[in-house]
Nanobody, 129 residues
Framework: QLQFVESGGGLVQPGGSLRLSCAPS????????VGWFRQAPGKEREAVSC????????SYAESVQGRFTISRDNAKNTVYLQMSSLKPDDTAVYYC??????????????????????WGQGTQVTVSS
């Protein structure tokens, strides 16, 4: 099955940090942009960040700008999301997905169904004291 495998989620206190990783299984992403999404209980999925195929262009949702950093290592076929200054509102299941192009932009309100093809199963991030 072609999908991403996400890891690195967990329970963290407000103000803490986590680094999420995602790696594709059965395909490569070196020629594609990759995005991170999240979905909180009772809410629609939302775009968090995305990175171009080379890693040179990055885009963030306003809610995470300045706190999250997306990066990628194409030699390892892995994409990362470094999350700092975490807040309870960041609690969600985080997913990565392959964008059907080389460059991407986070669009407020977009759920990614039309622009992203392969997805992962998600990793839970819980921010709580």
């Amino acid at each position: 099955q072609l999908q991403f495998v996400e890891s690195g989620g967990g329970l963290v206190q407000p103000g803490g940090s986590l680094r999420l990783s995602c790696a594709p299984s059965g395909f490569t992403v070196d020629r594609y942009a990759v995005g991170w999404f999240r979905q909180a209980p009772g809410k629609e999925r939302e775009a968090v960040s995305c990175v171009s195929d080379s890693g040179g262009s990055r885009s963030y949702a306003e809610s995470v700008q300045g706190r999250f950093t997306i990066s990628r290592d194409n030699a390892k076929n892995t994409v990362y999301l470094q999350m700092s200054s975490l807040k309870p509102d960041d609690t969600a299941v985080y997913y990565c997905a392959r964008y059907m192009g080389r460059r991407c932009t986070v669009v407020a309100g977009a759920v990614g169904d039309d622009e992203y093809d392969y997805w992962g199963q998600g990793t839970q991030v819980t921010v709580s004291s």
